[in-house]
């Protein structure tokens, strides 16, 4: 697999704080790109591949404010981090309930900048961009939701009841298979929708921060600790509070998120006066809760507490009928996204993606389709356009597909003496090239601008053109 560094941008009309926060960064292992103020930024998320965003909130021209609107209505998944000053703590905290992942308060320590940027783009990674739908004439289009299945049918029927009530919601299905969209449905689909809903990914967050993330704290709490800091419970008040991965939530906090559900009150880490608020909880989970209370890893009255309506969620494999709704708004939405005008899938590739046992779900349809959109040269996505894992003799699949004959003859032309794997090497290496030369061909052999396609850095792909002696031949153009 192609190695690939995530790219932060750092927005500061600061020249001393863009100098160390790249630094920083840089050391970290970040690939950074600089902005000195909200224009420059938008335009180099348009044309860049960004992962992060770090950006102060007072600039001129452009300030955070409006970065942060301008930012998320094009990339709504984009984690972007605010940098305050103290006395614009409270414009910082607005930005939070407008979508911002989190915000500094200067002075801020190396420490924290490292924290909140590994968490932001952690959380990012583990929960994915979900499948969504404008109104399609599907069942489930009201809710943002692909599928006509009879699993997604009861889910409607759900969905309908328990949306505009106070009722907590535990929602539980595999990775990738559309949690938070569902969250989302529930929150969009009642009273509080005009209100915060504020999204916490459990798994993201290192153990002994998760008290501080959801209840917040007091100056002097802690080292580093410089100002006040409300938590998720107060900013999702008269909202809704989403905890995605709850099941990673560490034993000793569990008590103190039991009673801020039971009671609607809880303390900020290092203060001593009772916060009250109004929020309504939806919770996610890919683990097995039970097994967890089994083993002493849950408690069973935090489990009873947010069980109050169970929602499962399906598996893409049990709902393979929906797969072809799901590939043709995939291909529309990757047409707009890549510049392309892919018409339709061949028969054979629809195939392949319906037999598929997609053990990553809809993420990872989604992932596949954007990349057999990227690469697909004709006006129709053929199987050759498809990952070798759906094509090949390992594909995990529900139905009898056969592998491709030139599959089946490397296989039978191994030796039975420990041949695979170098033969997997070989295939591995041949993939790896063909898909750099294909991002080589579709952008003129802009080094630049084929390493945007792949989301990897400049640097990496010369390094990995050297490495499969592509180097010779391409153009070293820059934007």
């Not at 909130?57 to 981090?81: C, F, W, Y």
């Not at 006395?87 to 992942?101: I, P, S, W, Y």
């Not at 739908?133 to 006509?148: L, N």
């Not at 094509?391 to 699949?397: D, L, Y």
Request: glycine content about 8%; proline content about 4%.
């Amino acid at each position: 697999m192609l190695p690939e560094k995530k790219q932060v941008l750092i927005v500061d009309d600061e020249p001393n704080l863009r100098k160390i926060l790249a630094a920083q960064l840089s050391r970290d292992g970040y690939d950074v790109l600089l902005a000195e103020d909200g224009e420059q930024g938008l335009a180099l998320l348009r044309e860049h591949h960004i992962d992060l965003v770090v950006t102060d909130l007072k600039m001129p021209k452009v300030d955070g404010m409006t970065l942060l609107r301008e930012a998320h209505a094009e990339q709504p998944e984009l984690p972007i981090v605010m940098i305050t000053a103290h006395g614009t703590v409270d414009t910082a905290v607005e930005a939070l309930k407008l979508g911002a992942f989190d915000y500094l308060t200067k002075p801020f320590d190396k420490d924290e900048v490292r924290q909140i940027v590994a968490k932001a783009l952690k959380t990012r990674e583990l929960a994915g961009e979900e499948a969504t739908t404008e109104a399609k004439g599907v069942e489930g289009a009201r809710f943002g939701i692909i599928g006509q299945s009879a699993g997604l049918t009861e889910l409607y029927a759900v969905l309908e009841r328990v949306a505009d009530s106070p009722t907590t919601v535990l929602i539980t299905g595999e990775s990738g298979t559309g949690k938070e969209l569902v969250a989302r449905a529930l929150h969009d689909h009642s009273s509080r929708r005009g209100k915060p809903f504020i999204k916490v990914n459990c798994a993201a967050i290192p153990k002994e921060l998760i008290e501080s993330e959801l209840f917040g704290y007091e100056r002097g709490a802690f080292t580093g600790a410089v100002t006040s800091k409300p938590g998720r419970f107060e900013l999702a008040n008269g909202g809704t509070l989403f905890l995605d991965e709850i099941g990673e939530i560490p034993v000793e906090m569990q008590v103190k998120l039991l009673r801020a559900l039971q009671e609607s009150e809880f303390e900020r880490v290092g203060g001593i006066k009772t916060m009250r608020v109004d929020v309504r909880l939806v919770a996610a989970t890919n683990r097995d809760l039970k097994k967890l209370i089994a083993q002493g890893a849950f408690r069973e009255d935090l489990f009873y507490r947010l069980n109050v309506v169970s929602i499962r969620l399906p598996a893409l494999r049990e709902r393979a009928t929906d797969t072809p709704l799901l590939v043709e708004h995939f291909l529309k939405k990757f047409n707009e996204r890549l510049k392309k005008n892919v018409t339709g899938v061949e028969p054979e590739a629809l195939d392949l993606l319906s037999a598929y046992g997609w053990p990553g779900n809809i993420r990872e349809l989604e992932n596949v389709m954007e990349r057999a959109v990227l690469f697909c040269d004709g006006s129709k996505l053929r199987s050759e356009d498809l990952p070798i894992e759906l094509r090949g003799p390992g594909a995990v699949s529900l139905s009898s597909t056969a592998p491709p004959p030139e599959a089946s003859a490397d296989l039978r032309s191994l030796s039975p003496d420990g041949g695979l794997k170098e033969h997997v090497k070989v295939a591995m290496s041949r993939l790896e090239r063909d898909l750099v030369s294909r991002a080589l061909k579709q952008t003129n052999n802009n080094v630049t601008h084929a390493a945007r396609l792949l989301k990897i850095s400049r640097k990496g792909l010369q390094l990995k053109m050297k490495e499969l002696g592509l180097r010779e031949g391409s153009s070293e153009k820059n934007e």
